[in-house]
């Protein structure tokens, strides 16, 4: 029998590279990226309720509930599967939010694959993603679990394998409109696509940086940093910067540096998801 009570991992996601190579009638951006995840992020319990309500008891500042993710997540999973079950919420959030390393999108992909367990909706991962895709760009690589190429907006997914060295993230006090970045006029739209497979070493780039550090000293300022130690790179839209270490000891020794006013994490990076891990011990 399935428990009906559960805690999951909601881990943070990294663009290793980000290009645009377009953008579509509907507004949206033609990508191409790398995500791998973090061994780093929130946590959500989840306790079945049968009569149907869906509660989330974890106050955001500035996000009402009907808005989050979580919320959103789990309402269109019980419309769309039909089911008469209900849920209870508690989120330990530890991921900022407008950071680019994607907590809303991993908190709706946490939700959606937690209901799918304890609902016993049996849906398989083709069918989360594409309900996954409706909330965000991001949702469907959380859903899959495994470090990959995007193309598209981001939905269309090839399963690589980079090295998983130690990260120091380094947090700018700033949350980042995505959107706002998106609809920038200076931002670069025409980088033309990688056609060979595996991507070649060198394309690291980010397209949006130059943008996000021209609105945003904060960001400048820990790309300067950082940048003193290794490459430092900017994930998604921002605000979060990262830089590989060999090693924990030395992404620590950097660490070790930062100010109140600049604060960062040390986690390992992973091509498997924490969450499907987990989920994979409960089988
Ligand atoms: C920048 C990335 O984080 C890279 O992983 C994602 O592409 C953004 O994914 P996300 O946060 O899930 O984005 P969404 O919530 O779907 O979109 C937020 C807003 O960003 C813009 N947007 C987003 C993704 C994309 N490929 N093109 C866009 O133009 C759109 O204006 C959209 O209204
Ligand atoms: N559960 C949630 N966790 C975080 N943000 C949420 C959640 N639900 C809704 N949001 C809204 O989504 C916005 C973006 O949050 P998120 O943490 O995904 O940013 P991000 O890390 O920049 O994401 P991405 O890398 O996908 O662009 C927040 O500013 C908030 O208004």
Redesign the pocket.
């Known amino acids: 029998m399935t428990a009906a009570r559960l805690t999951l991992p909601s881990p943070a996601?990294l663009?290793l590279m980000?290009h645009?190579l377009g953008?579509?009638e509907d507004?949206?951006?033609?990508?191409q990226?790398l995500?791998q995840f973090l061994d780093y992020g929130d946590e959500l319990t989840f306790a079945v309720r049968d009569d149907g309500a869906i509660q989330l008891h974890t106050e955001f500042a500035g996000v009402p509930h009907d808005s989050n993710l979580i919320v959103r997540a789990a309402k269109m999973l019980q419309q769309q599967s039909a089911c008469a079950l209900g849920i209870d919420i508690w989120i330990d959030k530890v991921l900022p939010m407008g950071g680019?390393i994607?907590g809303?999108?991993s908190n709706a992909a946490t939700t959606l694959l937690g209901l799918n367990h304890l609902w016993q909706l049996g849906w398989d991962e083709d069918r989360l993603a594409a309900l996954g895709l409706s909330?965000?760009?991001?949702?469907p690589?959380f859903v899959r679990g495994h470090a990959a190429f995007?193309e598209?907006?981001?939905e269309k997914l090839t399963p690589v394998d980079p090295e998983e060295p130690w990260y120091l993230v380094l947090v700018p006090q700033v949350a980042v409109?995505?959107?706002e970045?998106?609809?920038d006029p200076l931002l670069t739209r025409n980088t033309p696509p990688i056609k060979v497979r595996p991507v070649p070493e060198g394309n690291s780039r980010n397209d949006?940086l130059p943008v996000v550090a021209r609105r945003y000293p904060e960001v400048r300022n820990a790309l300067d940093l950082l940048g003193k130690f290794t490459e430092a790179k900017l994930?998604?839209?921002g605000s979060c910067v990262f830089g590989g270490f060999p090693s924990k000891a030395e992404a620590d020794k950097v660490s070790a540096l930062l100010t109140e006013t600049l604060t960062g994490f040390v986690a390992k990076g992973s091509n498997v998801s924490m969450l499907h891990r987990k989920l994979q011990s409960l089988l």
């Open positions: 996601k663009n980000l645009i953008r579509r507004g949206y951006h033609e990508l990226t995500f680019g994607g809303g999108s909330l965000g760009a991001d949702v690589v995007a598209g907006v981001g409109s995505t959107a970045i998106f609809s949006c994930t998604g839209t």
